[in-house]
């Protein structure tokens, strides 16, 4: 080639520039498992349902990928009236999930308060005890 980088020295370089991806374990370790799973929306509520009779109908099928599909086409051909109960359904999850995570939220805030209730108690002995020796150094 003439006077051009060739493929392989373009891609040494891309190599060197590369930013450090989180692996699955990295991004996994950073959840907390307590905190609550998000609700589903109205089609997966329809879906929980929908995977139960598409089952029973076809007994020998194992590819996830035609359920969602025939699921898919289902939940759009249904009226905004056959929709309600799932929307409905849904909503209420949402509900629980808001209280779940007002407490979980609350439950974090008091640990974290303890923790600087300690600190600062912390803080105050050696205060008192370094005042002390202050006045000390003043004299």
Known sequence: MKGGKSKADSRKDDSRLAVKKQTKKEKNASKDPNKPKRPPSAFFVF??????????????NKSVATVGKAGGDRW???????KAPYQA????????????????????????????????????????EGSGEEDEDDD
């Open 76 to 82: 759009k051909s249904l009226t905004a009236e056959e």
């Open 89 to 128: 359904k849904a909503e209420k999850r949402k509900e629980e999930y808001e209280r779940n995570m007002e407490a979980y939220n609350r439950k974090l805030a008091g640990e974290d308060e303890e923790s600087d209730k300690s600190k600062s108690e912390v803080n105050d002995e050696d205060d008192e």
């Open 47 to 60: 879906m929980e349902d929908f995977r139960k009779q598409y089952k029973e109908k076809h007994p020998n």
